[in-house]
């Protein structure tokens, strides 16, 4: 319990917590196609598998003192990589509603669980990228001014 307590001690929201947000929204929104698209056309397996990739491979990363700094970047890079995915694999989808041209009727009769894993998806890649930007610094990372004595 103790190990538990030290592992939450410390966290910044927008270096952990959010992007702890983006983690559960990529898993969700992978969950979603999984649940939404399998056995149609418009499923690929890829497609699933990157933004569920993505959640792992930021619990994994977090997980270790050595590997927490590239947590935030390695489910960036891996939950965009799963929302061009999904967008190759439902373009088809798009073209039929949107056939007739982008018009206000066309968007209200859209899929209500495609706009959702779309907004979780987007959503998951712009908040790990806030993460991102919150890396802890290291004294590689730091520039130091030298002050000159004259």
Same mark, same amino acid.
């Given at each position: $319990?103790?190990?538990?307590?030290?592992?939450?001690? !410390?966290?910044? *929201?927008? !270096?952990?917590?959010?992007? &702890?947000?983006?983690?559960?929204? &990529?898993?969700?929104?992978?969950?979603?196609?999984? /649940?939404?698209?399998? !056995?149609?056309?418009?499923?690929? /397996?890829?497609?699933?598998?990157?933004?569920?990739?993505? %959640?792992?491979?930021?619990?994994?990363? @977090?997980?270790?003192?050595?590997?927490?700094?590239?947590?935030?970047? &390695? $489910? !960036?890079?891996?939950?965009?990589?799963?929302?061009?995915?999904? @967008?190759?694999?439902?373009? $088809?989808?798009? =073209?039929?509603?949107?056939? #007739?041209? /982008?018009?206000? #009727?066309?968007?209200?009769?859209? #899929?209500?669980?495609? /706009?959702?894993?779309?907004?979780?998806?987007? =959503?998951?890649? +712009? @908040? =790990?990228? +806030? %993460? *991102?930007?919150?890396?802890?610094?290291?004294?590689?990372?730091?520039?130091?001014?030298?002050?000159?004595?004259?």
């Amino acid at each position: $319990m103790q190990r538990i307590k030290t592992f939450f001690q !410390g966290r910044s *929201i927008l !270096g952990f917590y959010l992007p &702890a947000l983006a983690m559960i929204l &990529a898993l969700v929104s992978s969950l979603l196609y999984q /649940i939404t698209y399998f !056995g149609t056309s418009y499923y690929n /397996i890829i497609a699933f598998l990157f933004p569920l990739l993505s %959640g792992v491979s930021f619990l994994v990363l @977090i997980a270790f003192s050595k590997t927490e700094r590239f947590a935030s970047l &390695a $489910m !960036g890079v891996l939950i965009f990589v799963g929302l061009l995915l999904f @967008i190759r694999y439902v373009y $088809m989808y798009l =073209s039929t509603v949107f056939y #007739d041209g /982008i018009s206000f #009727d066309a968007i209200s009769h859209m #899929d209500s669980r495609f /706009i959702l894993i779309f907004l979780f998806e987007l =959503s998951a890649v +712009i @908040i =790990s990228n +806030i %993460g *991102i930007y919150n890396l802890p610094k290291t004294e590689k990372n730091t520039i130091t001014k030298e002050t000159s004595h004259e």
